[in-house]
């Protein structure tokens, strides 16, 4: 029996779980993540054995918002499948009015050899798609 390796899980608290969901309902899928589980301050997506858990933050806890330049998270990066698949999100990101970071910089703002796009969730989480080579 082998033993698995990598992350087990990831759990991010959002301000907003409702608006959240939306946003990642449609993008997860497109990075082959299936919906894993949900409840009622919660869901999560899943691929191979490691699995993404957005739960919904207490409201007492709502005050600082968060801010990806403080201790904590930076950002979220997944592989793209392709140059191409890169290029279809961000139509469709565009077509759902969220804005880009490095837009000036695309494709090479990680360096002329990482083709990756860079946005934000609803809690300005960056997220970072990244094209094999």
Do not use: C
């Not at 087990?8 to 907003?16: A, D, G, S, Y």
């Not at 608006?19 to 919660?42: H, V």
């Not at 695309?106 to 080579?133: C, M, N, Q, T, W």
């Amino acid at each position: 029996m082998t033993t698995p390796e990598g992350f087990h899980h990831i759990e991010i608290n959002v301000h907003n779980l409702t608006e959240t969901r939306a946003f990642y309902d449609w993008l997860m899928p497109e990075l082959n993540y299936s919906l894993f589980q949900q409840w009622e301050k919660g869901f999560s997506y899943k691929n191979g054995t490691a699995y993404l858990v957005f739960t919904q933050t207490e409201d007492h806890y709502k005050e600082i918002p968060f801010h990806r330049k403080r201790s904590g998270l930076n950002h979220l990066a997944f592989w793209a499948k392709s140059r191409a698949q890169i290029e279809q999100l961000r139509v469709q990101l565009k077509k759902r009015n969220i804005s880009f970071l490095y837009e000036d910089k695309f494709p090479f703002a990680g360096g002329e050899s990482h083709y990756a796009l860079f946005f934000e969730d609803p809690d300005r989480i960056k997220i970072e798609i990244v094209s094999p080579r």
